[in-house]
């Protein structure tokens, strides 16, 4: 048996102490051993585990390791620019074979698009492309909505959970605001051309990648082309940084009206076509701060004096 026993203390009272086998140590000291295992015999300690008591409440003994050799790193010679050398790490083999299946489906979203004559054909080729992976994910493709000849054409991000479930551009809570911004300057929804920057949601709404973005980029560009708006608003960092190929956010870019340039027609000979686009916040940036609606407000104020000089109003 291996528990804790009483030990009779001076004047009748108990405390607690172990025998040795239980392994605590601090037995009360007695002068007759034998009456002492006695009462440990009396009380039913009958196995020993050591012949001496043991503190385990004591700091364990350091034990000194002797000091090991170590080779002095060698110093790397100054190589003038403020550098030490340092060996040459491999760099990663490159992935052709995936980097080559992008390039082919980028070539074949381009094909594509190029042969689409309306909006109509486009969204057919959307719908039968199946070289991006995200039309395989998505609930529906997005495309192109809105009347045709409108002035106006908002490019928004890639689809939402609201626009894949319904198959509609700006749909949800982006396309109320949507609504009551254009609404203030007197324009209606209904007027609008919209259309996502890249027609399929990615999986769980995360960022599409550069991959996938290059391979969705024919689409919309053909679109433009083909709905041939006066001016073209891009809503959000995504169709900002994919039609104006500039690495920043739309908040940067936003408060004028920049150039884009988009593909020749190969069919059509002649320069290639050039939009005029606004950068803006995408409207749920509206939540985001005062400044967000501040900037908006200034936007949309540059949009209607815009629309109004296009129609002579």
């Known amino acids: 048996m291996r528990r804790p026993l009483p030990n009779?203390?001076?004047?009748?009272?108990?405390?607690?102490?172990?025998?040795?086998?239980?392994?605590?140590?601090?037995?009360?000291?007695?002068?007759?051993?034998?009456?002492?295992?006695?009462?440990?015999?009396?009380?039913?300690?009958?196995?020993?585990?050591d012949t001496?008591?043991?503190?385990?409440?004591?700091?364990?003994?350091?034990?000194?390791h002797p000091a090991t050799a170590t080779q002095p790193t060698p110093i790397q010679p100054d190589t003038g620019n403020g550098h030490r050398n340092s060996p040459p790490?491999?760099?990663?083999?490159?992935?052709?074979?995936?980097?080559?299946l992008i390039d082919q489906a980028v070539t074949a979203a381009r094909t594509a698009a190029q042969a689409a004559r309306t909006l109509d054909e486009l969204?057919?080729?959307?719908?039968?492309?199946?070289?991006?992976?995200?039309?395989?994910?998505?609930?529906?493709?997005?495309?192109?909505?809105?009347?045709?000849?409108?002035?106006?054409?908002?490019?928004?991000?890639?689809?939402?959970?609201?626009?894949?479930?319904?198959?509609?551009?700006?749909?949800?809570?982006?396309?109320?605001?949507?609504?009551?911004?254009?609404?203030?300057?007197?324009?209606e929804r209904t007027s609008l051309l919209c259309a996502p920057v890249i027609p399929w949601r990615p999986p769980g709404g995360r960022p599409p990648s550069a991959a996938e973005t290059r391979i969705c980029l024919p689409f919309i560009q053909r679109a433009i082309v083909l709905a041939q708006p006066a001016r073209v608003v891009l809503m959000g960092n995504l169709p900002v940084s994919v039609l104006l190929e500039e690495r920043t956010t739309a908040a940067r870019m936003r408060g004028?009206?920049?150039?884009?340039?988009?593909?020749?027609?190969?069919?059509?000979?002649?320069?290639?076509?050039?939009?005029?686009?606004?950068?803006?916040?995408?409207?749920?940036?509206?939540?985001?701060?005062?400044?967000?609606?501040?900037?908006?407000?200034?936007?949309m104020l540059l949009i209607r004096e815009t629309l109004e000089s296009i129609s002579g109003g």
């Open 8 to 49: 009779p203390a001076p004047g009748g009272r108990m405390a607690r102490a172990c025998i040795t086998c239980v392994g605590r140590g601090h037995i009360h000291p007695m002068t007759d051993s034998i009456t002492l295992l006695r009462l440990y015999v009396e009380w039913g300690a009958d196995d020993a585990l």
């Open 52 to 64: 001496h008591p043991h503190d385990r409440m004591a700091r364990p003994a350091t034990i000194d």
């Open 89 to 100: 790490r491999p760099a990663p083999a490159p992935a052709r074979g995936t980097a080559t």
């Open 123 to 187: 969204h057919a080729a959307i719908r039968g492309f199946d070289a991006c992976t995200l039309r395989d994910s998505a609930t529906h493709s997005v495309f192109v909505e809105g009347p045709t000849g409108a002035p106006l054409m908002l490019i928004g991000e890639a689809p939402d959970a609201d626009e894949d479930r319904s198959g509609h551009p700006f749909a949800g809570e982006s396309g109320a605001l949507v609504s009551a911004m254009f609404a203030s300057i007197g324009v």
């Open 256 to 299: 004028r009206w920049r150039e884009i340039t988009l593909p020749a027609d190969p069919a059509q000979p002649g320069p290639a076509p050039t939009f005029m686009a606004l950068p803006m916040r995408h409207p749920l940036q509206l939540r985001a701060s005062a400044t967000a609606r501040r900037d908006t407000w200034k936007d």
